[in-house]
């Protein structure tokens, strides 16, 4: 039990990683992003194409892929989402999927669709233990630098002028807009900052297992589910919601694993029907 | 997409070219000759439909090139009956999915009118598209399905396969690891949750209890599983095991070696699938590739000949040279394929050569050599040659010499293998 904890731990941090974008659009943007996924594979894929194609070691890779990534967000944030954020949420639903849809196609087209996984040589110990488990050197860096990423985000939200906005225009936008907040700028900055996340999370993962462009879609349901577990408006309740889908995916696949999914799913209506607002979340008023 | 030599002419003066060759050629024959004879007269139309995109794109490409290159090999003609023709292909992306295989084949068969199926890749697949050319009364060959299925759903009669059995592909690993000293007392499965797999372990078993070497476990996991590591912890809490085996896909072995190896999990043999020679888990796996064993149908250092090709190696170079990359054995396998149709329609009536009822019975009588290896077909139309020849991985940089069986045997097999 202990081991499928400290495993479940470790890949909980890129769950966390991920979901944070996913969480703040929807609290800040007000849109469930079905494209969130495909900023995911995207920063993990670009992260492959440059270390092994250009030949960029692992971290600059890593940090090229996610700003890339972000800037791939805020241009769909500018380009489409922009457009039609204050329509009906079905429509916006159903843009955010075309979207998701049409990029992974052409990532499909361009870059083919096989499975690919990144080496990454680190010249680490191959690590140590914790009780009786075993820990990967590069498994705990990788999780060492989520929490850290995470740290970053939550100062970034908390100290700093664009995270007042960001704050601002989640909580009241018109009275954002009235105190001269820029609400189109704040949403693309988000967005970025959404992308930039889930970009780094996705450059994590490439280096851990494989991914390949359909896999998006896992990806906008496990920011979901993080969601749904940790509560909305919290960074918090995220961190937490992704640490424990991270175990929950791990021990269900590790129990039970032909019904993992089902499992994992289980759990998620089980949190929509007795803790709506999650874990963190500040009560259902907070949903928009 | 067509792989005709020039392209596919779909021009509007083409068209009515056509149109108007077919119109007095009715009227000045007086009759209606078949359909499918006038829109392919002067060519041989083969047609198949492969998953160009999705999980399986990389070997489908690799079909795809193998039956381009045959075309190429036979410069885009071939001997029917006696009068040369041409060669033209059809090839569609059915994205592995078997509905999507049925309406094309349909498509193939009734708007493209091809003379020629070759077979899609994976068992559902090649069901659904075997079920459509039965229906037509057509033959396909097929090399993209191993499962026992084919056999007994439409083999010999509508299909002709040129793979061996699924419940084979890991007989042969199995007896030489059995020959080791000392020899293996246990083995660990992972097995994925599809029937073709389940074959696979099936033979495995089997052969195993013949050799008194005890299943420990049995670890079942989904078809689109992702994470190993749950699967590499159980292992590892299994305690010493002297086999594990992955008989799946060349994206399992990289994932399951990856975790085994992180784990600090070392078996004295690791069976890592039939599709170990694939580039990318090389390309993956590094150095942590020594010592894995992989099963093929096929390598370079066979000494096979056919009509075209005086050794695989041969096959292999101008393969290589033509699409810029080195193939797994699913070149060969595709390019057998239309060769085989190429042999079985060399003495086909004059008067009507693709009647596939006897070009069927053709296949049947079929018996000839080629750089895949030795064809012919049981009752069931499985090819009488199955069985795979064991590889094992060598050195830092690795490389895949064939180890088993010993008529074969390009260099001493390693165990216990190193550790990862």
Redesign the interface.
Known sequence: ME??II?GLL?GGIYALAAFGFSLVLGVIGIVNFAHGVFVVFGGLLTHYLATKLGLPYVPALILAAVATGLLAGLIQRLFIARTFTSEPLMVLVQTFGIATVVTELG?HYW??????L?VETGLP??FFIGNT?V?S??FVLFLLSLISAGVLYLLIQKTRFGRAVRACRDERQSAQLNGINLSRTFEQTMFVSGAWSGLAGGMFIA???L?P??DF?WTINSFLVMVIGGLGSMVGVLVGGLIFGVL??AS??YV??V??AVTFSILLLFLLFRPQGLFGSGQGTRK | MSREKGGLDLSRRSILKSAAAGGVALFTAGIVPSARAQATAGKVHFGCSLPLTGTYEKVARIYRDGYDFWARTVNYEITVGGKTMGVRWTVYDDENNPSRVAQLTEKLITSDRVNCIAGAYGTDTNLAQSAVAARHKFAVIQAGAASSRIDEEVGGHTTFTLVGAASSYYLAAIDYLATKTPSPKTIALVVVDDPVYHEHAAGIRERCASHNIKIVAEEMVPLNVQDFRPTALKLKNLGPVDIIAAPAWDVVCIKLVQELSTLGVQPKAFIGGHLTANPIVKQSLGSRLQDVIGVTLWAPSLKYKDPHFASPAEFLEKFSSTYGYTPTYHAAMAYAIPLTYEQALKNADPADPFNQEKLKAALRALSYDSVFGPVSFNEKGRIRNEGMPVLQWFGADPVAKIVYPESMAEADGAYPKAPW
């Open positions: 081991d499928v495993y890949r499909i083919g669709s096989q499975e690919r996984v080496r191959p690590g075993f990967p590069f498994d851990l297992s494989p390949a359909y896999m896992d995916a791990f696949s590790f694993p032909t993992a999914p």
